[in-house]
């Protein structure tokens, strides 16, 4: 069971500093129509939709923070939740860490959201929180897998490419956001874990695997898929249509 006499306050973080490169040419991924309204405006009210999160901070382009800001002006947010754009840096792990800098202390447990998951459900947000506080210091929501999943050795695009194995699927899942966190635990995660690669770390949950700390997963939804690609605009149009004419979303 939970602490109950700890204070918990919630905040989440949106890194939304990336170009969407796999979107085409155009304005950055979080920035795009959905529905008539960014992609990055669904995802904070995403976040702002659970009564836990009392703060969302949204990592903007490092020149970009001033027009994040008049974007978040322009749009009804719930009032009861406050908000923040801070500039990021040149990686996702550099953006993560920025939007942890400004927290305040009093928040104790952190969400890490993907701007691109535009449409996931607020009992996710919730069921993400709730591990969190029950003691868990990283929860991940996430899937079983539909597909068989193949490891193979990489190769030339286009090329065919030798398979390796064959994991066993019951054990896999596909992992979503928001993650959430121990506040301790994530900044810890974030001075001491170094991802090589030119983007750093896109997993937060996987840096503090690397800590030793224990990372758990929670049921996902099909809703709170990653929009990546031109397809995936079509979905989540289509879930927005079909949530605005039976909820008047």
């Known amino acids: 069971m939970s602490d109950l006499s700890r204070p918990y306050r919630t905040a989440a973080v949106i890194p939304a500093a ?20 960014p992609m990055l405006i669904h995802a904070v009210r995403a976040m702002a939709a659970s009564r836990s999160v009392s703060l969302v901070v949204v990592v903007a382009p490092p020149d970009g923070a001033p027009e994040v800001k008049n974007l978040l002006d322009e749009h009804a947010l719930p009032e009861r939740t406050d908000y923040r754009v801070v500039p990021g840096g040149d990686t996702r792990q550099e953006s993560v860490r920025l939007g942890l800098d400004a927290l305040p202390e009093d928040v104790s447990v952190v969400l890490v959201h993907d701007a691109a998951r535009p449409l996931v459900p607020v009992d996710t947000v919730d069921a993400v929180i709730e591990a969190v506080r029950d003691g868990a210091p990283a929860v991940v929501p996430a ?21 390796l194995g064959t994991p066993e699927r019951a054990r896999l899942r596909a992992v979503q956001t928001p993650q959430g966190f121990d506040r301790d635990t994530l900044v810890r995660a974030h001075k001491t874990v170094t991802v090589d690669g030119g983007e750093g770390a896109t997993d937060d949950a996987g840096m503090v695997e690397r800590l030793g700390a224990p990372v758990v997963v929670v049921l996902g939804h099909e809703e709170a898929f990653k929009v990546t690609r031109p397809l995936d605009l079509v979905l989540a149009e289509a879930v927005l249509a079909r949530r605005r004419a039976n909820d008047g979303f």
């Open 18 to 37: 990336g170009r969407g490169v796999r979107l085409g040419p155009g304005a950055p991924k979080a920035l795009r129509a959905l529905g008539g309204t």
């Open 143 to 163: 899937l079983p897998l539909a597909d068989t999943v193949k490891e193979v050795e990489p190769g030339a695009p286009g090329e065919p490419e030798p398979v």
